[in-house]
């Protein structure tokens, strides 16, 4: 079988085929004009070359791994491998779940809509540690184990009526809000089960807090609609904008939000 031949088979072009026979990863037998003649188990060994090395095992190893004698040192290389494997699909799935739930934020935003009702999936609460540099050094971990997270500002309270009053001062918190899945290690902090919310907007600055009084109107239109809203509140950043020479930033608001004791209402997306 010609070097072509072997090519169309395998899929592994006949460059990296030559390559890895001048590695001496492979040696084909030549016919009596001196062209390459490769046999079935050629052919399978350039798969099983070209498997490990898109798991990222470099080729200079794989001689030797492949031998009778090899088993450990291929071994030791995959298991790396696999692990850094698994670190980066948490990465991907945690970018994707974030990216998916800033997706219908961006969405509302771009068909000119106020304000969105829609569920938002778990998410982990991991408080900002304000005594020194532990809490910067926790965020390197989380994102070297595959975490994706916003800085988060919380209102937190009660869940009655009385909580929002503008002019009650309510609990805040700043910290990460990160996405699952999470790295396995991180054990503090709190788990925010799936909930539905109430999610707007506003533009600030950097030294602008969003306040109870800033939110007094939506509070009003989350009853018009037939909800009672939740007092812990998360406001993160989606994105930032230059503007007469001041940097603003877009916050994102999501007001948790409860069916009233007086009848069930279906979970619905509502925009004005």
Wanted: with cysteine.
């Amino acid at each position: 079988m010609t070097i072509h031949e072997a090519s169309r088979l395998t899929g592994v072009s006949c460059d990296m085929i030559r390559h890895y026979e001048k590695l001496g990863l492979l040696k084909p037998q030549r016919s009596q004009n001196r062209y390459r003649d490769f046999s079935a188990e050629d052919l399978n060994r350039i798969v099983l070359i070209k498997g490990y090395s898109n798991l990222g095992i470099e080729l200079k190893y794989l001689k030797t791994a492949l031998a009778s004698d090899g088993a450990a040192l291929l071994a030791r290389k995959l298991r790396s491998r696999l692990e850094e494997l698994q670190s980066y699909l948490l990465t991907l799935e945690a970018e994707i779940s974030m990216g998916s739930n800033l997706l219908h934020y961006y969405e509302d935003m771009e068909q000119g809509n106020s304000y969105s009702i829609s569920p938002v999936p778990e998410r982990f609460l991991y408080p900002r540690d304000e005594a020194g540099q532990e809490f910067y050094h926790r965020c390197l971990q989380i994102l070297e184990a595959g975490g994706v997270y916003h800085y988060y500002y919380r209102i937190s309270g009660q869940t009655n009526e009385e909580q929002t009053d503008p002019q009650q001062a309510p609990r805040t918190q700043t910290g990460l809000l990160l996405y699952p899945p999470l790295p396995p290690s991180l054990e503090e902090g709190e788990f925010l089960p799936s909930r539905l919310v109430y999610r707007t907007s506003m533009l600030r600055d950097h030294i602008q807090y969003i306040t109870l009084e800033d939110l007094a109107e939506h509070f009003k239109r989350i009853r018009e609609l037939g909800y009672t809203p939740g007092m812990d509140i998360l406001m993160y950043q989606t994105a930032e904008f230059q503007q007469d020479n001041q940097r603003l930033y877009l916050v994102c608001i999501e007001i948790p939000l409860g069916i009233p004791a007086w009848g069930t209402l279906t979970p619905r997306r509502k925009n004005y």
